[in-house]
């Protein structure tokens, strides 16, 4: 069976076509402004945290709730073209609840013995998460900024511990701060 190369190109530039589609799906969607939400709060917190040691615990806590307000608004309110498979908002409210009370206990086990230690672990958890769902739902962005944002976790937890925090605002949160903009701006 050989195809024809004019309906070969009509092919792929139908695949082309849909593939736009596809970003424009996820740049109109609520991936994107969650990305920014949690980039800002990435930055403010690890720079806090490096400037404000002592307030740690309490600057993630207001940030960490800011964040999943401002993620759970943005899931529930957000009106994008394309609609959700049926109960995905859910399974994916349940997947973070789960990895949360999984860390949670993880930290019980694992207790770190120093804050770089924590910031470290729950990063990598989080953009192993990351790495997951690019991995379910078919997202490949999602897997290099998990890929990413683990590879300058380690680096700077090994290389740079003196200034892990302010490594961590600028590449951590930064990076997702940058892939939400990217994908807001170049994928409409």
Not at 22 to 30: E, I, T, Y
Not at 151 to 173: E, Q
Request: with cysteine; glycine share 10%.
């Amino acid at each position: 069976m050989s195809i024809e190369p004019d309906a070969a190109r009509d092919s792929l530039r139908e695949i082309d076509s849909m593939m736009a589609q596809a970003r424009k799906a996820v740049a109109s969607g609520a991936a994107s402004p969650i990305l920014i939400v949690w980039g800002v709060i990435g930055i403010v917190c690890f720079a806090a945290t490096h400037f404000f040691a002592r307030y740690a615990g309490w600057v993630w806590l207001v940030g960490d709730v800011v964040g999943v307000l401002a993620t759970l608004a943005l899931v529930y309110v957000w009106r994008s073209p394309v609609k959700p498979a049926p109960g995905l908002n859910r399974r994916l409210t349940l997947f973070w609840a789960s990895l949360f009370g999984y860390i949670f206990v993880w930290l019980v086990i694992v207790a770190p013995v120093n804050g770089l230690q924590l910031g470290a672990f729950i990063t990598s958890a989080v953009m192993f998460a990351y790495i997951v769902l690019g991995l379910w739902l078919e997202a490949p962005f999602l897997i290099y900024l998990g890929l990413a944002v683990t590879s300058l976790t380690v680096a700077c937890y090994l290389l740079l511990p003196s200034v892990f925090n302010l490594c961590m605002a600028a590449g951590g949160g930064g990076a997702l701060l940058g892939t939400g903009l990217y994908i807001r701006m170049r994928w409409r």
